[in-house]
């Protein structure tokens, strides 16, 4: 009978060694995995992960009385217990544009939030390795080109230089003489080479612009009000993907994002400011701006609030998408790493 007993404890010891085991076991994680979610760029606890048309189609999230994630998939429902998932929600709405979502796919992410001690990269290969997932990326934290550099003149500042025009330009916007990037006669500073610009004269002798083009403003949020602005604004403005991943809240004026709607379009030959690329000749011929926001002033962008940018304004009608940001070298270094590793991003733009 002894001999039983130790026999039975023996075993039992066993049986909750091995759970243990299994519990504590960590997963290997590829390189290419470990890669993607390094650095400090990365959202932490945040995975966007595309499902395939069929697995997509099966999923039924719900939520237990004691909190548990269910999905309707009996193998992602262990995984969710396993790997301590706390949420699945959809990143790309779909009430607006179905057809035009589902055509391209972006209807298949969503953004699944860990938590517990396992590393983000193991979850990601996990979910990686599960069949009916097609990609796993993370939400990367986005950076804006040129920030501390731009600034754009008041209303206070635009009077200053109301009468500071050429009769040699072909316009009266009293600071194009100093836009060498758009006409450079080799005069704006010593060593100016004549010529070094966009041409952009040649292109104004055919057209100013064109007010059924509209551009979005992939940025920090475009200053409406401003007087060498607001003729040019697209009707509905545009809307708020920081404080909103949809994009429900107001635009917020800040500098990048109006310094470079301004480059784009700002209203040309109306005697204030500069010109604009595509602003027009002055009679409501320039382009239009609409102004996606992704930008704060405390410079927090990512990638599911910049891919829904991107959407919104194909879905308005943008036929321009202007983007003055990107990624930090680590991680991204070829085309291929980009259409991998930020393939929400990718699938926007497409």
Request: charged share 25%; net charge negative.
């Amino acid at each position: 009978m002894r001999i039983r007993f130790l026999l039975l404890t023996t075993a039992l010891f066993a049986i909750t060694g091995c759970t243990k085991d299994f519990d504590d076991a960590v997963t290997v994680v590829s390189p290419e995995i470990e890669e993607m979610f390094s650095g400090d760029n990365v959202e932490p606890k945040v995975l966007c992960v595309k499902f395939d048309r069929e697995a997509a189609q099966k999923l039924a999230i719900t939520r237990t009385r004691s909190g548990e994630i269910m999905t309707g998939d009996m193998t992602l429902d262990e995984i969710c217990r396993d790997y301590d998932i706390v949420s699945i929600e959809r990143i790309v709405p779909v009430n607006e544009f179905e057809e035009r979502k589902r055509k391209y796919g972006l209807d298949l992410w969503y953004k699944v939030t860990v938590g517990g001690k396992k590393s983000d990269a193991e979850v990601a290969q996990k979910l990686q390795s599960t069949e009916g997932i097609e990609f796993v990326n993370p939400n990367r934290r986005i950076k804006r080109v040129g920030h501390g550099t731009a600034h754009y003149a008041t209303a206070a500042e635009l009077e200053q230089f109301a009468s500071n025009t050429r009769a040699d330009l072909p316009f009266n916007d009293p600071y194009l003489s100093e836009q060498w990037m758009l006409i450079n006669d080799g005069t704006i500073y010593r060593g100016a080479v004549a010529g070094a610009d966009i041409n952009v004269a040649g292109a104004w002798a055919m057209t100013g612009g064109n007010n059924e083009v509209i551009v979005s403003v992939v940025d920090g949020g475009v200053d409406y009000n401003h007087p060498d602005l607001a003729g040019n604004m697209w009707s509905g403005i545009g809307r708020n993907f920081v404080e909103s991943r949809t994009g429900t809240s107001n635009v917020t004026a800040e500098e990048h994002g109006t310094h470079v709607a301004g480059a784009v379009a700002a209203v040309s030959n109306n005697g204030i400011g500069i010109s604009g690329i595509a602003g027009g000749t002055g009679s409501g011929n320039g382009a239009k701006i609409m102004s996606c926001q992704i930008f704060s002033t405390d410079d927090q962008a990512d990638d599911t609030g910049t891919a829904n940018a991107i959407i919104f304004g194909a879905d308005n009608g943008a036929v321009i998408s202007q983007n003055s940001w990107g990624y930090d070298y680590t991680g991204i270094k070829t085309e291929a790493q980009f259409e991998r590793y930020a393939r929400l991003i990718k699938d926007a733009i497409d």
